[in-house]
């Protein structure tokens, strides 16, 4: 049962992921072909959705059952995407796109540790 539990989160979350991230694309327009901000924005949500989640999930509901697998371990682990920064930011360096690259993984990393931290932080405080 917690297989399937996962497998309906990670389903969600890939669609949800594909969605918001062709949104946002083409919300960018043409900076979206030159910046993969579509990726970058749900790897920030994801993030804070993340630490928002695990204060109420796990610390103040305590949710039994397969809420944590459906949420954390199959939606948000299919929202958000690592592979996908990755190979984004490997192009970005072969196409000679050094500050580019490093720009977005700058962002990318650290901005996602700080949204996780402020969902927490949110979490923590409303809770």
Sequence with gaps: MQWLAIAIGGALGAV???????WTTKTMGTLGTVFPFGTLAVNLIGSFLMGLCFVLIVEHLELRGHWREVVMVGFLG???????????????????QWQLALTYMAVSVFGCLATCYAGWLIAKHFI
């Design 78 to 96: 299919a929202l958000t995407t690592f592979s996908t920064f990755s190979i984004e930011g490997l192009q970005m360096i072969n196409h000679g």
């Design 16 to 22: 949800s992921r594909s969605f918001l991230s062709a």
